[in-house]
């Protein structure tokens, strides 16, 4: 079983930045196509950036340009740097793996609540 934990949230101004951080259990990090989707209060997740593993990132064309994901393999832990932020970018996030090891597996995160608001 992998565990997935989020860190790094939190209440910004508009215009400032954010790291988060998912820190995996287990082996398959280094093996798992990694992602950040969002959820905001009364509407569907969306995905917010993916990382394969091979380091090639996609992004939802609305955080273009203002956030980074980014992996360490070496401490298993996925990023995610947000700059610009902004009140619409207010959402629960979550991390994900992917990947096929015997089966396919899918794991989420809780997730971590960021909250833009002056």
């Known amino acids: 079983q992998v565990q997935l934990v989020e860190s790094g949230g939190g209440l910004v101004q508009p215009g400032g930045s954010l790291r988060l951080s998912c820190a995996a259990s287990?082996?398959?990090?280094?093996?798992?196509?990694m992602g950040w989707y969002r959820q905001a209060p009364g509407k569907q997740r969306e995905l917010v950036a993916t990382?394969?593993?091979?380091?090639?990132?996609n992004y939802a064309d609305s955080v273009k340009g203002r956030f980074t994901i980014s992996r360490d393999n070496a401490k298993n832990t996925l990023y995610l740097q947000m700059n610009s932020l902004k009140p619409e970018d207010t959402a629960v996030y979550h991390c994900n793996a992917k990947g096929i090891l015997f089966s396919k597996y899918d794991y989420w995160g809780q997730g971590t609540q960021v909250t833009i608001s002056s």
């Open positions: 287990g082996s398959i990090f280094s093996v798992s196509a």
């Open positions: 990382i394969t593993t091979g380091g090639l990132t």
